[in-house]
């Protein structure tokens, strides 16, 4: 199979036949063979209806239902494992994605070999104080953090080799940050495309404003867990360390200040009096719970199991 479209959706009964039907007509006219393959996150609309009609209409659409809500990256984590396509095409459902665009992204994963390629919506039809402007700081520190020079990390749309999916784990809200994530994962190879940003034809956003607090938190966490993750020991343990010796230290200056001051008659005031003690010493517990936080998490990372447990009510395929 050539292309699989993975196609997260909330509440988008109103968008899903224009968008199968439109994915259709490019992917004939282009002569691929595809699937479409439709997630959804606990619609509570009509939306799985309008899938299941679909769906008998053509066998190419398929769908999964999740029992309740769990969010876009929990969607594409179980897109991923279903897909059969040698290129995947990721898109929103709300029609803001054009699939014109698939084409040209199918032939720069094939042609050009890139391992992931995402879209850039260059011009954009979000208002601007609510998205257009914390999106571009928002790419900006992802770009610095991540040294991969693309403008648009949260765009929808973006295509993959069937490797790339098949090696990463996406959950949480990692979604915005799945080139990052690649990245790490050993797929160096990240193109960008200008593509066409619609206005939203149906509907309303499903992203608020949590996203300018969840956004900065969830680059932290994806750049520290790509470090880590494997080693957590090589940050908590160093840290703790260090925060102990200086404790140990410190402590240990305090007690030959004493020393020397009682070997020479000198009046001096007990260690236990002095401030710098108790800083020294909540040095070395704090150290010790650091190095104790390493050992756990590296047990826990040697015998971890999977995470990502989705209740999936339905599937079609």
Known sequence: MDISVVIPLLNEEESLPELTAWIKRVMDSHNFSYEIILIDDGSSDKSWQV???LHQKNTAIKGIKFQRNYGKSAALHVGFGEVQGDVVITMDADLQDSPEEIPDLYRMITDQQYDLVSGWKKKRYDPVLSKNIPSKFYNWIARRSSGIKI????????????QVVKSIEVYGEMHRYIPIIAKWAGFKKIGEKVVQHQERKYGETKFGFERFIRGPLDLLSVNFIAKFSKRPMHFFGVLGTLMFLIGLLASAYLGVRKLVAVAHNIQAPKVVESPYFFLSLAAMIIGTQLFLAGFLAELFSRNSTDRNKYLIDETLK
């Open 51 to 53: 899938i299941e009609k």
């Open 151 to 162: 403008h648009d990390f949260n765009c929808g749309l973006k295509a993959y080799r069937k």
